[in-house]
């Protein structure tokens, strides 16, 4: 039997996943950084998942801390939306995807790993990406780094904001 070694994971694994929420940072750019916030607008942002799907698995989420879409106002929601609009036109023009799986999960019961933060999930896709491993031995290959993908990202969401 071959085995497949994923290190980065037991990071997660022994994690303490009950602790702070990883959407609730004060800004600051070391701080955006080391948790991979790539983004800030007025009532949400965009951060990279720390254990992506896939290559440029991204999150949007509002600043507000809540599991409650109906306690979103409808700035916050306009602002949501408009940042879901600027990550995909982001992963479009960094990864030329061929196709996008986005999704909210709210409640645990609806598979939310973060229950009381809402949170969209921006999964780039191409053909041919999945294969057996997930079936297989429960492994997810992602060909690119976190940091790659991060420098990459940022320094093209910079571009993107100065053109307007």
């Given amino acids: 039997m071959d085995h497949l070694w994923a290190p980065w994971r037991i990071k997660y694994i022994l994690s303490n996943k009950g602790e702070d929420c990883i959407f609730c940072v004060k800004s600051s750019p070391k701080e955006n950084r080391k948790r991979l916030i790539l983004y800030r607008s007025e009532y949400s942002l965009i951060m990279l ?61 609806a598979g939310a790993g973060v229950t009381d933060h809402l949170h969209f999930h921006v999964v780039p896709r191409w053909i041919g990406d999945t294969n057996f491993m997930p079936v297989a031995s429960e492994t997810i290959v992602v060909p690119e780094s976190l940091e790659k993908t991060f420098e990459k990202l940022s320094s093209l969401l910079e571009k993107m904001d100065r053109r307007g």
Avoid at 55 to 84: C, I, Q, R, Y
């Fill in 49 to 109: 998942n720390r254990f992506p799907y896939n290559s440029g698995h991204l999150m949007v989420a509002p600043l507000k801390h809540t599991g409650n879409l109906e306690k979103l106002t409808a700035e916050e929601l306009g602002d949501l939306s408009v940042l879901l609009r600027k990550t995909v036109s982001l992963l479009r023009k960094a990864m030329d995807p061929q196709g996008f799986n986005i999704g909210m999960n709210i409640g645990q019961v």
